[in-house]
């Protein structure tokens, strides 16, 4: 009861700031018709509700005997994600409709800039303070150290699932295909980061490195691995792209579409085939003092063992690498001559080629990069992920969801696919973690991930189709 007293007023104080905020909005011209009707109808329905399973569902309640009130705890959350303070803030960043044009063009094209930056600020800043909430809103809610836990196991995620869509959004971008066959060069990608390592320490598969092997040792094997499969998975793309969907580049868009299906079917074999089909496991290269995995900052090297926070030092060269990738991307596409090509072509093919841009040789370096990346990609998420992370499938399930990435951002655009993989990372993990206690036995909430996923991904394609940060284009008839 106390927590309810705590609850309520903070739960009244975040929605009222949400629906404030839809109320400027309106009144600057901007259609809210369906977050205003979940603001003013829906919201208030679901608090109630609330109020309710709060005072007559007991605390030791299970599934299925808690469905009820865990499902009106899920629903609340989710209409607490879109009626937040957040609208409030955008109320005053974005620009009135009924001011004057001139000075609405200007503030567009200044929003427009940082748009990327605000989105990923604001899912971080509603990631970050709802779990406070929960602390005191649901039953049994989890310690907020296990919260920030998912988050960070969240943003991780999501830095790998960047780097693969990257390879997405570059060829659809130039090309308009999707590459259905780009999971699986993450895949070979892993299997060639996995064989160098195994090799060149003389590790078994989801074994320890010696103690003889030193620290510096261990990263250079680490940077060599990376190179050789960004080296292995640019050429594989490459030969991709000159093979089979060179020669269909005027072919109705069916066809190579169902092409990039076949390759996929083709490059699983492959894996089936130097991998067999029994899952292995990276070695684990930077072991604690038990030498029973990699070591963790907070609890071996900081020493705080009761914290539920988990960052193993791998993290940091998830953090490392993808920094320099992204960063390097996204200098090479503004800053240099061949980016600059690479836009004119996405822009307009035929005018490019009128100005002296190879459409061919644009077209080869784009899929030289995209492998490039998967390939950096696949040795990454296999020394973070270490367990299981060398099979013949892996690139389904992770090209998937990078793929959806790229649409969530905006395909073809590159911002839009590094905001979308952060956006999928952290829903992933936060839709595994038991925050909710859906879970038994018999059924884990990690069975409902995916669904998560699709169903946020299904929620933004029905209200902005082109994605987060995709711009509507408009057909010529």
């Known amino acids: 009861m106390d927590n309810l007293l705590i609850a309520a007023p903070l739960l009244v104080l975040w929605s009222g700031g949400g629906i404030l905020g839809i109320i400027r909005l309106q009144k ?59 609208l409030l803030v955008a109320s005053w960043l974005l620009p009135d409709l009924t001011g ?11 929003l427009a800039s940082i748009r990327g930056y605000v989105i990923l600020g604001g899912l971080i800043f509603i990631s970050l303070l709802l779990p406070v909430i929960a602390l005191f809103a649901f039953k049994a809610a989890p310690r907020y150290d296990a919260v920030i836990s998912v988050i960070i196991n969240g943003l991780l995620a999501g830095a790998l699932y960047s780097l693969i869509a990257l390879g997405y959004t570059l060829v659809y971008g130039i090309v308009e295909l999707i590459n259905f066959a780009h999971g699986e060069v993450f895949m070979i990608g892993s299997l060639t980061g996995f064989a160098v390592i195994t090799a060149i320490l003389g590790v078994k598969p989801g074994g320890i490195v010696s103690k003889d092997t030193s620290t510096f040792s261990v990263i250079l094997v680490i940077l060599f691995a990376i190179l050789v499969a960004m080296l292995v998975c640019a050429l594989l793309n490459f030969s991709i792209d000159r093979l089979a969907y060179k020669r269909l580049r005027n072919a109705p868009r069916l066809a190579p579409l169902i092409t990039a299906i076949g390759i996929s ?21 930077f072991p604690n003092s038990t030498r029973t995995g990699n070591a963790d900052v907070v609890a071996d090297w900081i020493g705080n063992s009761e914290s539920l926070i988990t960052f193993p030092v791998t993290s940091f060269i998830v953090i490392i690498a993808a920094a320099i990738l992204l960063l390097g991307l996204r200098y090479l596409i503004n800053s240099t001559r061949t980016g600059k090509a690479m836009r004119a072509v996405a822009q307009n093919r035929e005018a490019a080629a009128l100005m002296g841009v190879s459409i061919e040789r644009t077209i080869g370096f784009a899929f030289l990069l995209g492998g490039a990346l998967a390939g950096a990609a696949g040795v990454i998420y296999g020394i973070y992920n270490v367990s299981g992370t060398v099979r013949y499938d892996l690139g389904f399930q992770n090209g998937l969801f990078a793929f959806t990435a790229a649409v969530l951002g905006g395909i073809g655009n590159v911002n839009g696919a590094v905001l979308g993989g952060f956006f999928i990372g952290l829903i992933y993990s936060l839709s595994q973690s038991s925050f909710f206690s859906l879970t038994s036995d018999y059924l884990s909430l990690s069975v409902w991930a995916p669904v998560a996923v699709f169903g946020v991904l299904i929620l933004i394609m029905i209200f902005r189709p082109t994605g987060l940060l995709g711009d509507s284009v408009q057909e010529k008839v």
């Open 100 to 110: 004057d044009p001139a000075r609405l063009a200007e503030q567009r094209d200044r």
């Open 265 to 285: 079917f083709i490059l699983q074999n492959v894996g089936l085939y130097l991998n067999s089909s029994t899952p292995k496991g990276y070695p684990y290269l």
């Open 28 to 86: 600057m011209s901007y259609k809210l018709n369906w977050l205003r009707l979940l603001a003013l109808y829906a919201t208030p329905v679901l608090l109630i509700f609330y109020v309710i399973f709060y005072l007559i569902q007991p605390l030791d309640a299970t599934w299925p005997s808690n469905l009820p009130g865990s499902a009106t705890n899920v629903l609340l959350l989710l209409a607490l994600i879109f009626v937040s303070p957040a």
